[in-house]
């Protein structure tokens, strides 16, 4: 297991960030190969209304989320810097507080998610033969939020100290568990809607095992009783590295809400189209997801080592590389994107046709703009790893402003379509905050 852990403070930046974050994007791979198996599964099986239940449902699960890996990515970005510093002590510290700190807060989501899942759904007027589906998907996926943050926290481990390898392999081993039990729950067991969510929470249950397992067999992060408990100081500094994290999710989150809103007005048959596209959301996003982790730790390890002149570097490599891939991305879905999203969607001749035409149109909009999201990703990152996760919160805040506005007002103007540059204007707000953050966070810590 240890073989499985690299030093990013020794080596080409480039062939670094981008060998670490391979084996990320394959997770995210098989990741996203679930979420869209259960997708198929339900569209497929179920029809055209439990998959416009599972798209009202997509952006509240999405924000519990959020919160979640907002908290422990920024719990990983002090492992990373006591990583690269040598500090192994403290990093057991940090890494027991953080595992408290996460415990309490999933026992909080969960009773939150729990009581506010009915109002949600109502506020955001989904309709009402969906709505059942809808928060039955959601008080099921709720209950498991202690599953949800145990993963993410060990999977942050994991990757603060350059292991990339062990989240691909946990990511393997749940997606094969999530398919098989999909496959069962739905269409042999006929528990619906329900299936499907129980399906993603035990697969999320293994993998979290999975990495469980191959933590506790390295030696330096057996953690001691005094290591698991709560230091002021330290939770203190965890929160106010996670906590700006979370809260930029949860407000990107309460934007998406509101597209939903908007969209839940336009019927269910544009409610499909616009959930099958956000579906593949997920495949454009994976690359740049892996890059960003790559960043957090490239950056945070350089900065605990002090080697500062590496973090630019860096940064130039990762830009690079992150444009490319996504304008590979971006052609990939423009040529075959009506063949992938035809695999979502069953129903009538006439009910296919309509709800194609609607996520086709939305695939090809955020396909143009995808280096745009790429580097929103390597910056916002870079700045979360040096240290300051406040200037990327003020970005997911102006996201939020952005996805707002233009959603409900555009629709007035251009009709239903202005819906799809909702998130493209969210997306080019964020990197006009983040690129001049950089530079004014390099600025100052790099050259005090």
Same mark, same amino acid.
């Given at each position: ?16 960030? +981008? ?56 719990? %990983? *970005?002090?492992?990373?810097?006591? +990583?690269? /510093? ?25 009773? *939150? ?29 709720? =209950? ?58 035990? %697969? ?23 290591? =698991? ?58 690359? %740049? ?6 960043? *957090? ?41 009506? +063949? *992938? ?49 406040? =200037?990327?919160? =003020? ?17 007035? /103007? ?15 707000? %964020? ?18």
């Amino acid at each position: 297991m240890a073989a499985h852990m690299k030093h990013m403070t020794e080596g080409k930046p480039g062939k670094l960030i +981008f060998a670490f974050a391979l084996p990320l994007m394959m997770g995210n791979v098989f990741q996203q190969l679930y979420t869209v198996v259960d997708t198929m599964v339900v569209g497929k099986y179920l029809g055209v209304g439990a998959l416009a239940a599972l798209g009202a449902a997509d952006w509240m699960n999405w924000m519990m989320l959020g919160i979640i890996q907002g908290f422990t990515q920024g719990f %990983a *970005i002090l492992m990373a810097h006591e +990583f690269g /510093a040598g500090q192994y002590e403290n990093l057991r510290r940090v890494i027991g507080n953080s595992s408290v700190l996460s415990a309490l807060f999933s026992l909080l989501l969960v009773i *939150i998610g729990q009581l506010l899942a009915r109002p949600v759904l109502i506020l955001l007027q989904t309709p009402g033969d969906i709505l059942p589906d809808s928060l039955l998907y959601l008080q099921i996926m709720f =209950l498991g939020i202690p599953v949800v943050m145990a993963y993410n926290l060990l999977a942050c481990i994991l990757r603060s100290l350059g292991d990339g390898k062990t989240p691909l392999q946990a990511m393997v081993f749940a997606s094969l568990t999530n398919i098989v039990l999909d496959l069962l729950f739905v269409m042999v067991f006929h528990w619906g809607i329900a299936g499907a969510a129980a399906a993603t929470v035990i %697969a999320q249950m293994a993998s979290g095992l999975f990495c469980m397992y191959h933590i506790s067999r390295i030696d330096m992060l057996h953690l001691q009783k005094g290591d =698991l408990c709560l230091r002021v100081g330290l939770s203190w500094k965890l929160l106010g590295l996670g906590f700006p994290m979370a809260f930029q999710n949860c407000i990107i989150a309460v934007g998406g809400m509101i597209v939903q809103f908007v969209i839940n007005g336009f019927g269910v048959i544009f409610i499909a189209g616009f959930t099958a596209t956000n579906k593949l959301y997920g495949i454009l996003e994976i690359a %740049a997801t892996s890059y960003g982790y790559a960043m *957090i730790t490239y950056v945070g390890q350089n900065l605990g080592a002090g080697k500062h002149g590496r973090i630019r570097r860096g940064m130039r490599a990762a830009v690079g590389i992150a444009v490319v891939t996504s304008l590979v991305i971006a052609a990939v879905m423009l040529v075959f994107g009506r +063949f *992938i999203l035809s695999g979502f969607i069953s129903g009538t001749p006439a009910e296919v046709e309509q709800t194609l035409q609607v996520a086709y149109f939305y695939l090809a909009v955020m396909s143009v703009f995808l280096p745009v999201l790429y580097i929103l990703h390597v910056v916002r990152s870079a700045i979360q790893g040096l240290g300051n996760t406040g =200037l990327p919160m =003020l970005s997911g805040v102006v996201e939020f402003l952005m996805r707002t506005v233009i959603v409900l007002f555009l629709p007035l /103007a251009v009709g239903e379509i202005g819906v799809f540059f909702a998130e493209i204007a969210a997306w080019l707000g %964020a990197d006009v905050v983040l690129v001049i953050s950089y530079f004014a966070v390099t600025g100052k810590v790099l050259e005090s």
